[in-house]
């Protein structure tokens, strides 16, 4: 098991919504972790700090602040640690329609980024590299679930393009270096502490304020929507199989297996705030797909991945975080090394 295979982890983007719930996992499994994240302005820094107060006083963990296109100063930072066991890239630019307006961007951090970790983790003989992948690869397709074997080849988006990217480059290691890598594709990640862009946040903050809710089509687009401890299990899960096991490259979806209409979590979201929602409809959105389903089928039978939280119950625990939550009311002293 990767408690016992497993003493250093390095968690890219690990100051994240994701990456954050991630630590704690680890941690708690006895292992060593050390955060790179580079605190980009997309959102509040004190937001991403706080997910990590908690952890702030544990000698076996260490946030570090560089950006994961900086080849040399990863590698000098890793250098001057205990040997890394395994790397879990989430660091990312996120978002569809962000990308849309930055596609040279998104294309440095999540392309270029994947690359250079990649290298180091070649250089530094890891033996694990799990990539944060996204259902956004499979673009606007009719059929559905999604299942790993489904093509991958027509992104709409930028975001989702570098994802496939980012697949592929981790591929090209796995053959030529015999490095096991796992891309994971997570379907539509929320919960406490998401980010403030994401829908429900989004949809949180502006019902809160009496803003009316912009609902792009007709209501039908569906998500896949997967609580974030569901998927940072996956991702522990991932990470046993890819220390125990011989060198490989695999594919899984990581979700929740049952798809929810926008207009059904517009109204989700106001029950769980106890606010009845105003929408406003607009017109679909370029690069937005109508529906993601997860078969996850794969996934169960390799990992032991079974999501066990459903979608009101982790409504239910992000509007209870929400409704106590006020930005910057946490002090946050969590150190960040320079070097």
Known sequence: MAQKSASHVVVTGGAGF???????RLLREGIRVTVI???????????????????RSTPRFQIVEADVTDLDRVLGVLRERPPVDAVIHLAAKAGVRPSIEDPVGYQQTNVVGTQVMLEVARQLNVGAFLFGSSSSVYGNRSDVPFTETDPASQPISPYAATKRAGELLGHTYHHLYGLTVHCLRFFTVYGPRQRPDLAIHKFARLMSAGQPIPMYGDGTTSRDYTYVDDIVEGVWW??????????????????????TSLSTLIQ?????????????????????????????????????????TTLADGLAAFGEWYLAYTPGSVVVQAPVATT
């Open 18 to 24: 994701i990456g954050s719930r991630l630590s704690h």
């Open 37 to 55: 994240d580079n605190f980009d302005p997309f959102y509040d820094r004190a937001l991403k700090l706080e997910g990590l107060a908690e952890l």
């Open 238 to 259: 991932s990470l046993c199989r890819a220390l125990d096991g011989p060198p490989e490259y695999e594919i899984f979806n990581l979700g929740g297996s049952e798809t």
């Open 268 to 308: 989700m979201v106001g029950a769980a705030i106890d606010v009845e929602p105003v929408i406003r409809r607009l017109p679909m959105q370029p690069g937005d797909v109508a529906r993601t389903y997860a078969d996850i089928s794969k996934a169960e039978r390799m990992l032991g991945y079974r999501p066990t």
